[in-house]
């Protein structure tokens, strides 16, 4: 947009000229969206003084909303310590997109400093290949028994810290860890507590395999219009989304 363009022209010349608390007031103005295009747009020796301002303060989504080869500039003047602190704070999937055309060396540097749970989450991701479905899932989800009603549910949604910071659905599983539906979070708050959340599920009429390929996984999302899928594993456990 023109805005966007005027906001731009600026950033360039207060980065050519300007003093630095001036740039860090401009740079207020952008959206980590339209950073991300900011940098594909400048040249490197501008990109490296942009960069000496969001780094100590890395943005995850700024970060992700990169190109690849402006993603790998960023990280390769970041240290292991620097660049885990970011992935450690996004979702699984998208630390997995950040480190897979790392260097086997310098992705296992920066992991060393992951603490263990996202860790775990990230390498699940890191082990499939790289086309798959299970390269690009989600593992952080919500899932409840079959037996649970909604005031448990509701409970659980509250007291429960290690759960995604956002989630549309709740997936409920049996005993096996199978899905057999979805509960829209919405719908669990405007329903009575005493209700089953088996009896409000919507059977899940689509799974994702962890190993179909990422062209057949998006073919599906359109051809059923979808907005998120279950993942699972060969034995049909839920594995990610």
């Known amino acids: 947009s023109e805005e966007n363009s005027v906001r731009f022209d600026e950033l360039v010349c207060l980065l050519e000229a300007g003093n630095d608390e001036d740039v860090k007031s401009h740079l207020e103005n952008f959206h980590h969206s339209d950073l991300a295009d900011a940098f594909g747009l400048l040249d490197k020796n501008l990109r490296s003084r942009l960069l000496g301002f969001v780094k ?31 992935i450690t704070e996004m979702d699984s ?58 005031g448990k549910t509701i409970d659980y949604l509250r007291e429960e810290e290690d759960l995604p910071e956002e989630f ?53 999302f359109e051809n059923y219009n979808l907005v998120s899928a279950g993942v699972v594993n060969k034995e049909n456990k839920l594995v990610g989304m």
């Not at 890395?58 to 660049?83: C, G, Y």
């Not at 798959?132 to 649970?148: C, H, K, P, Y």
């Not at 329903?191 to 190993?211: G, Q």
């Open 56 to 86: 100590d303060d890395l943005d995850p989504d700024l970060l992700f909303e990169l190109e690849d080869h402006l993603r790998h500039e960023i990280t390769d003047n970041l240290s292991a310590q620097e660049v885990a602190e970011v």
């Open 93 to 150: 999937d998208e630390a997995v997109q950040v480190l897979e055309d790392m260097d086997l060396q310098d992705r296992n540097e920066i992991l060393d400093q992951v603490p263990e749970e996202e860790r775990e989450d990230i390498e699940i991701g890191l082990a499939y290949p790289e086309d798959s479905a299970g390269r690009r899932m989600q593992t952080d989800l919500v899932s409840v028994g079959t037996d649970w009603d909604v």
């Open 168 to 220: 549309l659905e709740i997936f409920i599983v049996d005993n096996d860890f199978k899905p057999i539906g979805t509960v829209p979070s919405s719908r669990v708050l405007r329903t009575s507590r005493d209700l089953k959340m088996n009896s409000i599920m919507r059977e899940m009429p689509v799974l994702i395999s962890v190993n179909m390929d990422k062209e057949e996984v998006g073919l599906t």
